[in-house]
Each structure stands twice: as C-alpha cells, then as structure tokens.
C-alpha cells in the first residue's frame, strides 16, 4: 500500500488505494467504485488515513463475506466448464440447478422459482427488458424465468468472480447480453427497463449506508422494481428482516406516491413498485 504524503488531496489518497486493491487478492474481485465509495466514505469520517483504511478494509471484508457460497467460486467454474464440453439443455439444467444451491438466496427459491417468476409477471406484465441488480448466482436460473421471446435479461453485480462465472455460461448457451461487473449503488443503469429485481438486497444495502437501498430503487429507471425480502436466516429459522424493514420500505414507496402490491412466497416476501406514474 503506497505511504499517504500530507499534501495529497483526500481524492489522490482514495485513487492510490483503489489502485493498490484492485489487483488485491481477496479484495480485487469488488468493482472499482464499490472500492472508491467505501474508502471515500471512511476517509471521510476518520482523523487519520491509517484509521480509514483499516476501517474501510473491515467494511469491504463484511461486504465480501456477506455472499460465501458453498464451494467457492472456482469449483463450481470447473462444474461449469465440465458442462460447457456437453452444451445440451438438459447438462445445462442441471448444472445451473447445482449452483443455484450452492447459495441460500437461490436455493430457497428453487422449489417455486418458475411459479415466482410467473406470478411477478402476471402483476407487471411481460417485460421487454429485465435487470437484475446485485444478481449473485441468479443468472442460472434464467431458464426458469419465463422470459418472453425477445426479452432482454441484463444482470449486474459488483463481485467479479459471480460475473465471470455467469458470463461463462450465458455465453456458452448463446445468451445475449452477458452479466456486468458493476456496483449499481454507484452506478445505476442508465437506459429504461420494465422490470428490475431487487432480491434480497434490501437490508445488505442499508448495512453499507443507510438510505442506499431507496437511492437505488429511486435512481433505478424501471417502470417497476421488485424488491424482496427473505423470511428465514441462512439457517432455515424466521427471520423478521421484513417485518422490522418493510415497514421502511413502505413508507419510502407511499411518500412517493408509488403504488405497491405484495406477493408471498414459502421464505421470500417480494413488494412490486409501480414507478410509471413518477418522473423516472
Ligand atoms: C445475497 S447475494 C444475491 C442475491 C440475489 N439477488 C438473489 O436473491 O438471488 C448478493 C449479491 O449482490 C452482490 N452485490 C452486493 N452489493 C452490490 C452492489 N452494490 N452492486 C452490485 N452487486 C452487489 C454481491 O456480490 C452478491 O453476489
């Protein structure tokens, strides 16, 4: 890490140490604005330089392991690349099935994941194009989705490793576009989109600043954004997470003016934001 002279300016010392974590091992994965905005924030608020790094490296660690998948990355690439030599359907189903389980927030979804798909659409109606922000290992589930032809799926997330892994596969069962490595609290996407899922991002958004979750749903240009919450911890027990920050959420929506519907699901509570009627 590069020494910090006394005459650099705070954006200098944020930039240097960008440039020094991003070909870090552990925490050059993360996009580089996710990097920017944390250590921009720490140095912000900490007398010293030393103090905000170190700060900031604890909040980049609890952004990192919020998301451990069971079996790393890497393996489930190797599972991934297997199955790209026998591109059939069914490989593919089955692969995709496999990483879907390799994460809790994927595979609670699975045993109603084509029926969660269809009952969001049924009150939206089909998409044209889809974002899905802060995707995870969600991609592998886009052939149970039930996009309309010609729908276009775009996925964001800011963990390279996720994007890769889905970019493998998107290309090899000829989806088109692939996944983006991008922060979508610093970096919302630009152009409209029908639908932007919002799934189970809502708390670890506000875990990172309070308020980032409504600057995203705001910020997003989506005529409508879904925004779930799980009900059970990674330990299959009840979680209040809705019930202590959908209440939030609702208030945010209603001041908008926005009108919202709820849908329910076995572990999962998806809140439908109708934002046609505001200026997006
Ligand atoms: C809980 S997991 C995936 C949840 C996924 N939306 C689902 O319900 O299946 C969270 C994912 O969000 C990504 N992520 C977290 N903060 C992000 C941000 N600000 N921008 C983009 N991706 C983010 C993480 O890298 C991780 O892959």
């Given at each position: 890490m590069p020494g910090v002279q006394a005459s650099e300016s705070q954006a200098e010392i944020v930039a240097g140490w960008v440039r020094a974590l991003s070909v870090h091992r552990k925490y050059g994965v993360l996009a580089d604005t996710t990097l920017a905005d944390?250590?921009?924030?720490?140095?912000?608020?900490?007398?010293?330089?030393?103090g905000a790094l170190k700060a900031a490296k604890r909040r980049l660690h609890r952004v990192?392991?919020?998301?451990?998948?069971?079996?790393?990355?890497?393996r489930l690439q190797a599972l991934l690349d297997a199955a790209v030599v026998?591109?059939?359907?069914?490989a593919y189903r089955s692969v995709c099935a496999t990483i879907l389980d390799s994460h809790a927030s994927t595979r609670e979804r699975q045993p109603f994941v084509a029926e969660f798909y269809q009952r969001l659409f049924a009150v939206t109606g089909a998409p044209h194009v889809v974002y899905d922000l802060a995707a995870g290992l969600n991609p592998f589930a886009r052939l149970w989705m039930g996009l309309p032809d010609g729908c276009r799926y775009f996925a964001f997330d800011n963990n390279k490793d996720f994007v890769t892994l889905a970019s493998t596969y998107f290309v090899a069962a000829g989806f088109d576009p692939s996944p983006v490595w991008q922060d979508i609290l610093t970096?919302?996407?630009?152009?409209?989109a029908g639908v932007a899922f919002l799934f189970k991002m809502y708390h670890c958004l506000e875990t990172r600043r309070s308020g980032a979750a409504h600057d995203v749903i705001r910020r997003t240009p989506a005529a409508w954004l879904a925004v779930s919450f799980p009900t059970r911890n990674l330990h299959g027990r009840p979680a209040p997470i809705y019930a202590h920050k959908g209440a939030r959420l609702e208030a945010f929506v209603a001041q908008q003016g926005w009108p919202s519907t709820t849908l329910e699901f076995p572990n999962e509570v998806v809140v439908l934001i109708d934002k046609r009627g505001a200026a997006r």
């Open positions: 944390i250590l921009g924030r720490e140095l912000a608020l900490h007398r010293s330089a030393s990192l392991s919020d998301y451990l998948v069971d079996g790393a990355p890497a026998d591109p059939s359907a069914d970096t919302p996407p630009l152009t409209p």
